[in-house]
């Protein structure tokens, strides 16, 4: 099982350059989620989807952006790198229904450092 | 706005001892309570998942309760060991908010041999 999948484990890149941060589960969840995590802080809510074509803000979605055209990837988007998101990023999934609410499954997360 | 808080941030305790771990939220409309664990450069797994109905859930050496009407949950985990050495966070999920968790920063578990 290979449950979240995140690519790539490192990154860093200049002020200024883009890059995409993939995400793919395969337990067929319906809710996706993108987080980041400062040092000594907890996990902070980026966007997230209920299903494929829907997306929305976060806690903190400022500088970033997402998409989801399939149930399994939900791809988060850099398009100017800023120092301020230098973080660790995680994605997760869950399977979620009006009546019930499973635990997030998450990915091992994408450490970004931006100079 | 949920604001969920772990204290103590760090602990260590001898190999053998209970651990107790805390976590308060000031907003009691939860639909559930989760508990996670992290390692150095990993991303969290989910230990116990206590719905709003419950007082408590139990896996193992885990046992979670929760009482929302004092804001607060706590995770017991029994006869610790080296190995239960690493983060815990837990993370409240409001009852409206789409299943959006409002984590708290975590608490830093080290068992000494």
């Known amino acids: 099982n290979a449950g979240v999948t995140q690519t790539p484990k490192f990154r860093i890149l200049k002020i200024g350059q883009s890059m995409t941060l993939q995400c793919a589960q395969d337990?067929?969840?319906?809710?996706m989620y993108w987080y980041r995590q400062d040092p000594g802080m907890g996990l902070k809510l980026i966007y997230y989807?209920?299903?494929?074509?829907?997306?929305d803000k976060g806690e903190v979605p400022n500088g970033y952006n997402v998409s989801r055209s399939t149930t399994e990837d939900f791809p988060l988007r850099l398009e100017l790198a800023a120092p301020s998101q230098t973080s660790v990023y995680f994605c997760?999934?869950?399977?979620?229904?009006?009546?019930?609410?499973?635990?997030?499954?998450f990915g091992d997360g994408t450490r970004l450092s931006i100079l | 706005k949920q604001e969920v808080t772990q204290i103590p941030a760090a602990l260590s305790v001898p190999e053998g001892e209970n651990l107790v771990l805390n976590c308060s939220f000031t907003?009691?409309?939860?639909?559930?309570l989760q508990w996670f664990r992290q390692d150095p450069g990993k991303g969290l797994t989910s230990l116990l998942l206590?719905?709003?109905?419950?007082r408590e859930q139990t896996s193992g050496r885990l046992n979670a309760s929760l009482d929302k009407s004092s804001g607060r949950s706590t995770l017991y985990i029994a006869a610790s060991q080296p190995g239960d050495s690493a983060t815990y966070l837990c993370?409240?999920?409001?009852?409206?908010?789409?299943?959006?968790?409002?984590f708290g920063a975590g608490t830093q578990v080290v068992v000494t041999p």
């Open positions: 997760a999934s869950s399977y979620s229904t009006g009546y019930s609410n499973q635990p997030q499954h």
């Open positions: 337990m067929n969840h319906n809710y």
């Open positions: 993370a409240a999920l409001q009852t409206d908010s789409w299943g959006k968790l409002q």
């Open positions: 907003d009691s409309a939860i639909y559930n």
């Open positions: 989807s209920v299903g494929a074509g829907i997306t």
């Open positions: 206590i719905q709003s109905s419950q």
